[in-house]
């Protein structure tokens, strides 16, 4: 991925903006069950696992959630936006200290041109990137990041 990104930025960014919208929808098809955008990448990054009998059994996917919640298989998976922070790697603080970065890069170069100073084409390439890293930051925002524990859900015994 990281190759990719070097190569063609612009495809992480469509990547990213796919991965929001496909959250937001899925928002507003759990309004019932009153998801922000975060539980919906958690959802749809594979964060829920059905156990049967105490064993795991399988991920499930949106549909099934909703499938199995209003069948009455199972109750509304319960999970606070803490105990999704809890599990992602990635926080406010680290994704904030890259936005400072650049940001402080941009200013430079915007006060070098308001004067008149030369830039070269590797800070203009940077820019180029900087610019599409902000966008990439904005549409994953909310996302956790590596998530590797999912969090389980029970069947209801019948």
Request: with cysteine; aromatic share 12%.
């Amino acid at each position: 991925m990281m190759i990719m990104a070097l190569i063609a930025p612009e495809l992480i960014i469509a990547w990213a903006m796919r991965q929001y919208l496909s959250a937001d929808q899925l928002t507003r098809q759990f309004k019932d069950l009153e998801y922000p955008d975060m539980h919906s990448f958690f959802v749809l990054m594979g964060g829920f696992m059905l156990y049967v009998d105490r064993k795991p059994y399988r991920t499930l996917q949106p549909k099934d959630i909703l499938k199995l919640v209003h069948g009455g298989c199972i109750d509304v998976p319960t999970l606070t936006a803490k105990q999704i922070h809890n599990r992602s790697k990635g926080n406010a603080i680290s994704k904030g200290v890259v936005i400072l970065q650049v940001a402080w890069f941009v200013i430079q170069l915007i006060t070098r041109a308001i004067y008149h100073l030369e830039t070269t084409q590797l800070e203009v390439g940077t820019l180029a990137f900087a610019v599409l890293n902000f966008l990439t930051y904005a549409a994953w925002w909310d996302k956790p990041l590596n998530v590797q524990c999912p969090h389980p859900v029970h069947w209801k015994s019948t």
